[in-house]
């Protein structure tokens, strides 16, 4: 069963229309004892298709161990959302309902190289000097 | 959730995750999650609710250690 049906695939289309640069998903798995790895697979081969700024890469999380500690990647599902570069951003567990909302603007983002927080906010951040890691923990919607 | 990626971008420094915890029930424990959503700074800073952009970005840089540089007191 596929995810999206035709009138998301559109909508997501029209959204993804606005993609700058091409984003690139690395996806981090195991086949077993990981309940929403397959689906979260599916999504985001789903995802992948609707643009071709999009670029998907598989990594089993057992195996490539190589990728698991490029990434610093400590549980899965796992995607990291990059661009050129790696920003450090993260999704654990499958991203779906508002979460997926939150992936799709992220793409948007890291696509434009542009955070689109206010000038205020940028002026602070970029006093930072220090490692900060941020997590934030939601459930499903 | 938007937020603390937007950030992410913005600098260098800073690194973030959207952990779906029901996946990870661990961490509820860990973090003794009561409601979501909540944001885990640093492991020291927590944040609950869904706060507008210049609380957050406040909230989120409060789990930096203070500048000891002099300046004020906090005595």
């Known amino acids: 069963m596929a995810f999206f049906d035709e009138r998301t695939r559109m909508e997501l289309q029209r959204r993804l229309a606005d993609m700058v640069n091409p984003v690139r998903l690395v996806f981090f798995t195991q086949e077993l004892e990981c309940a929403t790895c397959r689906e979260t697979g599916q999504l985001l081969r789903e995802l992948a298709e609707v643009s071709d700024k999009i670029r998907l890469d598989v990594y089993n999380f057992q195996l490539d161990r190589e990728q698991v500690e490029a990434f610093g990647v400590d549980k899965i599902p796992a995607t990291v959302v990059m661009g050129e570069r790696d920003y450090g951003i993260r999704f654990y567990g499958i991203p779906s309902g508002y979460e997926f909302a939150a992936l799709v603007d992220a793409i948007l983002a890291v696509s434009r190289a542009d955070s689109g927080l206010s000038p205020e906010t940028r002026g602070k951040l970029r006093q930072v000097k220090a490692p900060l890691h941020i997590q934030v923990l939601v459930t499903p919607t | ?75």
Do not use: C
């Not at chain 2, 600098?11 to 779906?20: G, H, P, Y």
């Not at chain 2, 424990?29 to 927590?46: D, I, R």
């Not at chain 2, 609380?55 to 989120?60: L, N």
């Open chain 2, 1 to 75: 959730m938007r937020l603390a990626h937007r950030m992410a971008i913005e600098s260098e420094w800073i690194r973030a995750d959207m952990v779906e915890v029901s996946e990870f029930p661990y961490l509820i424990t860990k973090y003794q999650v009561m409601g979501v959503p909540l944001t885990v700074v640093n492991e020291t800073t927590f944040i609950e609710g869904a706060l507008p952009e210049p609380v957050f970005v406040e909230e989120v840089l409060s789990a930096l250690p203070a500048p000891s540089d002099g300046g004020e007191s906090g005595t």
